[in-house]
């Protein structure tokens, strides 16, 4: 089976966040994530979970291996995030690659993301 059906046939729809950040009124910048554009079919494999503590309450974090077609992804970097239907649940890009040599984007090309989740972060 390829790359391309696997995204096809069990692939998740989400939405591409991007961050921007802006100073409130006291002088502070404050860092929001804006959806950016419209969903994309990505195809996600989790890894072996793990906790970590933040602010002293633990937070269960997972990194992923997501697979998204060369064409749907030729717009997203390091430091978006995917989010699907459960809000609560985003998946920040932390790096991708594109594992063949083609010349540019088309049907079969894909994009392999490094994405790390963390639950209950906004």
Known sequence: MS??????????????????????????????YLSSEGPITVYLQPATPNESILNGAIRASTSLTAYVNAV?????ATGQRLVGGDPSIMYEITGFR?????????????????????????
């Open 3 to 32: 790359v391309d059906s696997l995204i096809a046939r069990f692939g998740q729809s989400l939405e591409i966040y991007s961050l921007t950040v802006s100073v409130d009124a006291g002088g502070a910048p404050t860092k929001t």
């Open 72 to 76: 749907d992804g030729t717009n997203l």
């Open 98 to 122: 594109r594992p063949d040599m083609r010349s540019g984007p088309d049907k079969m090309a894909y994009f392999i993301l490094a994405l790390t989740t963390v639950e209950g972060q906004e």
